[in-house]
């Protein structure tokens, strides 16, 4: 069984530079993303507890119909609706 190397070296040797190009740009993209945030959960949590505790949503009477006015679908595939 062939490794991860091998498998690249060989893909290298039979692959069209444009397409050689576009995956290690791709590559370099993915490395450059940042690491999550472990501390997440408990960050949001706090925010959570900071928007009760100044009652933030005090002014909206009915949530359900706000949500639907702030809301914005996009259209499904394949649905003509």
């Known amino acids: 069984m062939l490794t991860i190397k091998q498998q690249l070296l060989e893909a290298i040797d039979r692959a069209p530079i444009a397409d050689l190009e576009s995956t290690l740009t791709f590559l370099e993209n993915r490395l450059a ?3 999550p945030d472990r501390n997440y959960p ?8 900071q928007l009760v ?19 914005i679908d996009r259209p499904l595939p394949g649905r003509d609706d």
Do not use: G
Not at 42 to 49: F, G
Not at 53 to 71: H, V
């Open 53 to 71: 505790q100044a009652n933030a949503c005090a002014t909206i009477e009915d949530p359900i119909a706000w949500q639907k006015e702030i809301r």
């Open 33 to 35: 993303l940042p690491q």
């Open 42 to 49: 408990a960050r949001a949590v706090s925010i959570l507890k």
